[in-house]
């Protein structure tokens, strides 16, 4: 297991960004892959981008791709989230997710053994 810790939310205007962090301790995370999902009200968890720390080597939600992008500070486990040109549907909890490096299909939430508590995103129109 590793502790994850989300921070950077807040209110922010329809087209405008902002910056997730996922501050990791417990274990390196060299050989994990870390995940972003959100959650809306009546909505089921879902999956927004992974990044596969071995590589680099990321992918993104159908809704996200081109507006959001995830990286790794260097040299440190902290994973971001650049979200621009936001819109109101991306009003969610975002959560920060862990697992050892696999093959599993990175929209499965249940193959993720580590999770934070989640950030408040609100994008207003």
């Known amino acids: 297991q590793v502790q994850l810790v989300e921070s950077g939310g807040g209110l922010v205007q329809a087209g405008g960004s902002l910056r997730l962090s996922c501050a990791a301790s417990?274990?390196?995370?060299?050989?994990?892959?870390v995940g972003w999902f959100r959650q809306a009200p009546g909505h089921e968890r879902e999956f927004v981008a992974i990044i596969r720390l071995i590589d680099g080597n990321t992918k993104y939600a159908d809704s996200v791709r081109g507006r959001f992008t995830i990286s790794r500070a260097n040299a440190s486990n902290t994973i971001y989230l650049q979200m621009n040109s936001l819109k109101p549907d991306d009003t969610a909890v975002y959560y920060c997710?862990?697992?050892?490096?696999?093959?599993?299909?990175?929209?499965?939430?249940?193959?993720?053994?580590?999770w934070g508590q989640g950030t408040q995103v609100t994008v207003s129109s």
């Open positions: 417990g274990r390196t995370l060299r050989s994990y892959d």
């Open positions: 997710a862990a697992r050892v490096r696999s093959l599993a299909n990175p929209e499965f939430s249940r193959s993720y053994d580590s």
